[in-house]
């Protein structure tokens, strides 16, 4: 074989290889672009559950804690059409701000409950 | 009473209600236009709803994928990718704009179950317009429901917060009946918040019902060798 016939493929190769190259780099920024977006997009539309005003006001530092520990689903609807990165992101997102707003809505409940309580001469002691 | 449309009140706690069974199945195409600001997203493919609360969709554009909602489980697939993600809540999942389609299905939209109590009621030209108060538990945080129909056609709803600002505003066209339901072909979402407006429009098209759903549809599973991340919660 030549030199010019072995050297046939080595352009095309070359070629392949620098694509390759700088291609990789922007896919992966594309990715991280979408999960942080999804990330974004899903703390916005986490609104928490005012309902767990009542479970603080109900049962007290019990209910602060299950508020933390119980994570709200995220909407469907907000994942359709989207990438799997950006669901991912979403996901985290969304869980990760509702899980507070839930916890801050039940510690103000349980905060609301202290003071009427108080109020009320229930802390008082008698010697 | 007449039917009235349960839709919004559901978009806004975003709970999936059980359906009558009125119908069994149901297959549609869609497009879902979604506007806000400058921007603008469009999603096209296909549901299928299998009584009383599975929902598949296919989507086509802008990216293939599966998504499978049963109960309290979300399934997203993407066959190009050979992916999968799962994500279990606590409570069950919802689609908001496919109940819109829905909502005629269930006698009295299960609104009085749920605690909202009728307030009143007008009558303008053949529209029949009804006027709704949430429990008293939500008050605060919802206003009044309103809802108008004519000869059997939700025509619109409007929510409002407890102020009495307009949240958001449904519009329904181009019903077709099946049986004794009538299914908007056409729904138009707008919802006001603060200082920013945002308009969903979802086509339907080739809907059909009671018609057995396609083998693969009705057989969805993950393929095996596919990894499947996600969160259970």
């Given at each position: 074989m030549t030199g010019i016939e072995s050297a046939g493929w080595r352009k095309p190769v070359a070629l392949l290889l620098i694509l390759v190259i700088f291609a990789t780099p922007l896919l992966a920024q594309q990715t991280t672009d979408e999960y942080l977006q999804g990330k974004l997009d899903g703390e916005r539309d986490a609104?928490?559950?005012?309902?767990?005003f009542l479970a603080g006001a109900g049962c007290g530092i019990i209910g602060a804690g299950a508020a933390y520990l119980i994570k709200p689903s995220p909407p469907a609807s907000a994942l359709i059409g989207k990438s799997a990165e950006y669901v991912l992101g979403y996901t985290e997102g969304y869980k990760n701000k509702a899980r507070n707003q839930n916890t801050t809505y039940a510690c103000a409940g349980w905060a609301a409950f202290v003071l009427i309580y108080a109020a009320a001469g229930g802390f008082e002691t008698t010697e | 009473m007449k039917k009235i449309s349960l839709l919004l009140f559901l978009l806004l706690l975003g709970e999936i209600e059980a359906y009558?069974?009125?119908?069994k199945t149901i297959s549609v195409e869609f497009i879902k236009t979604v506007r806000e600001g400058n921007s603008k997203e469009v999603v096209k493919g296909s549901i299928y709803y299998q009584a009383p609360d599975k929902i598949i969709l296919l989507i086509r554009e802008p990216i293939k994928q599966w998504m499978l909602l049963e109960g309290k489980l979300t399934t997203l697939y993407y066959p190009d990718e050979r992916r999968a993600i799962q994500i279990t809540g606590w409570s069950s999942t919802s689609l908001p704009f496919f109940q819109a389609f829905l909502g005629g299905m269930k006698e009295d939209y299960g609104l009085s179950e749920l605690?909202?109590?009728?307030e009143g009621n007008e009558i303008k030209g053949d529209t029949l317009v009804t006027h709704w108060n949430p429990p008293e538990k939500l008050k605060g945080r919802l206003g009044e429901i309103t809802l108008a129909v004519a000869a059997n056609e939700i025509i619109y709803v409007e929510s409002r917060d407890p102020g009495g600002q307009i949240t958001a505003k449904v519009q329904y066209s181009n019903h077709i009946q099946y049986g004794a339901v009538y299914f908007p072909l056409q729904i138009v979402t707008t919802r006001y918040s603060r200082g920013d407006t945002t308009s969903e429009r979802v086509v339907y098209g080739e809907p059909l019902f009671d018609k057995p759903l396609p083998p693969e549809i009705r057989n969805f599973k993950i393929p095996s060798g596919v990894k499947i991340e996600g969160t259970k919660w």
């Amino acid at each position: 074989m030549t030199g010019i016939e072995s050297a046939g493929w080595r352009k095309p190769v070359a070629l392949l290889l620098i694509l390759v190259i700088f291609a990789t780099p922007l896919l992966a920024q594309q990715t991280t672009d979408e999960y942080l977006q999804g990330k974004l997009d899903g703390e916005r539309d986490a609104k928490g559950n005012p309902l767990w005003f009542l479970a603080g006001a109900g049962c007290g530092i019990i209910g602060a804690g299950a508020a933390y520990l119980i994570k709200p689903s995220p909407p469907a609807s907000a994942l359709i059409g989207k990438s799997a990165e950006y669901v991912l992101g979403y996901t985290e997102g969304y869980k990760n701000k509702a899980r507070n707003q839930n916890t801050t809505y039940a510690c103000a409940g349980w905060a609301a409950f202290v003071l009427i309580y108080a109020a009320a001469g229930g802390f008082e002691t008698t010697e | 009473m007449k039917k009235i449309s349960l839709l919004l009140f559901l978009l806004l706690l975003g709970e999936i209600e059980a359906y009558g069974q009125t119908v069994k199945t149901i297959s549609v195409e869609f497009i879902k236009t979604v506007r806000e600001g400058n921007s603008k997203e469009v999603v096209k493919g296909s549901i299928y709803y299998q009584a009383p609360d599975k929902i598949i969709l296919l989507i086509r554009e802008p990216i293939k994928q599966w998504m499978l909602l049963e109960g309290k489980l979300t399934t997203l697939y993407y066959p190009d990718e050979r992916r999968a993600i799962q994500i279990t809540g606590w409570s069950s999942t919802s689609l908001p704009f496919f109940q819109a389609f829905l909502g005629g299905m269930k006698e009295d939209y299960g609104l009085s179950e749920l605690g909202y109590k009728l307030e009143g009621n007008e009558i303008k030209g053949d529209t029949l317009v009804t006027h709704w108060n949430p429990p008293e538990k939500l008050k605060g945080r919802l206003g009044e429901i309103t809802l108008a129909v004519a000869a059997n056609e939700i025509i619109y709803v409007e929510s409002r917060d407890p102020g009495g600002q307009i949240t958001a505003k449904v519009q329904y066209s181009n019903h077709i009946q099946y049986g004794a339901v009538y299914f908007p072909l056409q729904i138009v979402t707008t919802r006001y918040s603060r200082g920013d407006t945002t308009s969903e429009r979802v086509v339907y098209g080739e809907p059909l019902f009671d018609k057995p759903l396609p083998p693969e549809i009705r057989n969805f599973k993950i393929p095996s060798g596919v990894k499947i991340e996600g969160t259970k919660w």
